[in-house]
């Protein structure tokens, strides 16, 4: 089984500021996906980005990146340039990748509430 | 292009009662998850619908069942309501075939309360 931590119960930055989120996972498996969603007070869950666990290069969506050290299992997210309508729970997820085509069951971490301040 | 909607928004049940809750994928999604979240967790699988079966199931007891339909929406249905049972249960749905497959997209959840 695949267990997804994230050690950052609550975070709080200033406005503008670029903040880091950790997650680290442990599991058995070689092929494998994970994910940074996004889950602001409307509870709607936001894909923020994705990264599969055979490429090296590092995920980017204009100022959201990871830094995804696979030896280490370890799947970080940083936000540059903070903004207001950053302030959300930021969830870490894990999924197996599979032969079979179609997605398999995400395992997800406790979250870290990020706070942007003004 | 509409994303994944469900329906209820809200629903309050007490122990002992069924309910059933109902999820409608994105667009061109064929695939159907159920999570449970708890207040304060992160969301917990469920189960997984393709193809009108049950594909996976996490670890969850036989009260909680699931239907998909041949137009791929999904219900969600708890027997036997527990206090424990009380929970934002969301939908997330995913493409088969080439591309972002793997990348589940959720709805706005149900809220439901048990009393």
């Known amino acids: 089984a695949q267990t997804v931590t994230q050690s950052q119960p609550e975070m709080s930055v200033q406005e503008a500021e670029t903040v880091t989120l950790s997650c680290t996972y442990d599991?058995?498996?070689?092929?494998?996906?994970l994910f940074w969603y996004k889950q602001p007070p409307s509870r709607q869950m936001i894909l923020v980005i994705r990264?599969?666990?055979?490429?090296?290069q590092n995920a980017t969506e204009n100022r959201f990146s990871v830094n995804f050290q696979k030896a280490a299992k370890s799947f970080s997210l940083k936000i540059s340039d903070s903004q207001l309508g950053d302030t959300a729970m930021y969830f870490c997820a894990f999924m197996k990748g599979d032969s079979g085509g179609g997605a398999d069951g995400l395992t997800f971490g406790k979250g870290t509430h990020l706070i942007i301040q003004p | 292009d509409a994303g994944v909607t469900q329906s209820p928004t809200h629903l309050i049940k007490t122990r002992g009662q069924q309910v059933t809750l109902r999820c409608s994928p994105k667009?061109?999604?064929?695939?159907v998850s159920w999570y449970q979240q708890a207040l304060g967790q992160g969301p917990q699988f469920i189960f997984q619908?393709?193809?009108?079966?049950?594909?996976q199931r996490g670890n969850f007891p036989d009260r909680f069942s699931g239907h998909q339909f041949p137009n791929y929406s999904s219900e969600l249905n708890v027997n036997a309501l527990l206090l424990g049972d009380s929970a934002l249960y969301l939908c997330?749905?995913?493409?088969?075939?080439?591309?972002?497959?793997?990348?589940?997209?959720f709805g706005p959840g149900t809220r439901l309360t048990v009393l």
């Open positions: 997330a749905s995913s493409p088969t075939g080439a591309g972002h497959y793997h990348t589940q997209y």
């Open positions: 667009s061109g999604h064929d695939t």
């Open positions: 619908y393709y193809e009108e079966e049950e594909r």
């Open positions: 990264q599969e666990a055979y490429k090296q």
């Open positions: 599991t058995s498996e070689n092929n494998y996906y």
